[in-house]
């Protein structure tokens, strides 16, 4: 069975979209609200570009933003699987006593 599609009319760099949204509907307003802040904040930045090369830009921003939190990620798993680990050795230390 298919969720519920929901059609979101959203504004993204002075654009108006309308997104099927098969989660909460406020979710992606938000979602494209933040996308709609990026895009505004590199354009006042960067100064006369084009809206492509903002997009382009704001996808590199976001992409390196997900590489930065998949290798926190990463690590915190590590560190997980490390404290595992030495629970388990103590568990089984202290049930041998």
């Known amino acids: 069975m298919e969720p519920d599609r929901r059609t979101v009319r959203v ?6 979209y309308n997104l099927a949204a098969s989660e909460d509907a406020s979710d992606v307003a938000a979602l494209a609200q933040t996308v709609d802040e990026l895009m505004t904040n590199i354009a ?3 100064g006369n570009v ?11 921003h976001m992409a390196d933003r997900l590489r930065s939190i998949e290798r926190e990620l990463s ?11 030495e629970f388990s050795f103590l568990l089984e230390k202290a049930s041998g006593e």
Do not use: M
Request: charged letters at 25%; a positive charge; hydrophobic letters at 40%.
């Open 11 to 16: 504004t993204i760099y002075n654009q108006p």
């Open 44 to 46: 006042q930045r960067a």
């Open 75 to 85: 690590g915190l798993k590590e560190k997980i699987g490390s404290k595992a680990r």
């Open 50 to 60: 084009d809206a492509q090369r903002v997009a382009v830009l704001a996808c590199l």
